[in-house]
């Protein structure tokens, strides 16, 4: 039944160590988004795809890269995970349509701590 | 320059009054569209309410309604009857229409704590 999820929800690792957030959507959505949420609530868009093919690309670090095998699905992996990348990413998607009036529809978010 | 503003950090309100959360933006895209989400301490976002600039009437959603003022480029959120349940964080966002073609992103302000008062 959930429109977006994000696995895992909670993620406790290393300085160093790589990790990957996966995300599905089972909406039909064409575009789909990561956003960083810091300790301060701040929501900041890091990528943005449409029908896989990636349209935005933010100032993130190298070790930050998004993969998207198939319209339904934009994982996100970080190599090399340092402090400051401690965070809640959020996946969002929403219909391809030039309409403004169609929100982002979110996941539940991952509590990224980085130790 | 920011595109959305919220300039209060924290709101308080007693139960069943009403409360307005301020939400300022900046565009120079005659054709935009603005929202609003909740996001309570579970930490799910949850939309709420959707302006677009081109709407002769406010938007209003159950006890949630947009005072929208487009020359002051403001839209603010207000919600009537406060309840406990809406004791949360606010975020005011704009997509912007030059952007269809070129990412579709939100842009979001820096969020409203509102505390429900008993």
């Known amino acids: 039944d959930t429109a977006v999820s994000q696995t895992p929800k909670y993620l406790v690792t290393q300085m160093g160590n790589d990790k990957s957030i996966k995300c599905e959507q089972n909406?039909?959505?064409?575009?789909m988004y990561w956003y960083k949420q810091d300790s301060k609530k701040f929501l900041k868009i890091m990528f943005s795809?449409?029908?896989?093919?990636?349209?935005i690309n933010e100032t993130v670090p190298n070790r930050f890269s998004p993969k998207s095998p198939d319209k339904a699905h934009l994982n996100l992996h970080i190599n090399s995970l340092e402090l400051g990348d401690s965070a809640v990413y959020f996946c969002?998607?929403?219909?391809?349509?030039?309409?403004?009036?169609?929100?982002?529809?979110f996941g539940q978010g991952t509590r990224l701590t980085v130790v | 320059a920011q595109k959305i503003t919220q300039t209060q950090p924290g709101m308080f309100v007693q139960e069943k009054e009403a409360v307005t959360l301020d939400c300022t933006y900046d565009?120079?895209?005659?054709?935009?569209?603005l929202f609003w989400y909740k996001q309570p301490s579970s930490g799910e976002m949850i939309f709420l309410i959707y302006?677009?600039?081109?709407?002769?009437q406010n938007a209003t959603e159950g006890r949630y309604s947009l005072n929208f003022q487009k020359a002051r480029k403001s839209a603010n959120l207000v919600i009537s009857a406060s309840q406990l349940g809406d004791s949360a964080m606010y975020f005011c966002?704009?997509?912007?229409?030059?952007?269809?073609?070129?990412?579709?992103?939100?842009?979001f302000g820096t969020g409203t704590s509102l505390t429900v008062i008993p």
């Open positions: 969002a998607s929403r219909p391809g349509t030039r309409l403004l009036g169609t929100e982002a529809f």
């Open positions: 565009t120079s895209d005659p054709s935009y569209g």
């Open positions: 909406l039909g959505h064409d575009t």
């Open positions: 795809y449409n029908n896989k093919e990636l349209i």
């Open positions: 302006q677009g600039s081109y709407d002769q």
């Open positions: 966002a704009m997509r912007e229409g030059r952007q269809v073609d070129t990412g579709n992103q939100f842009y």
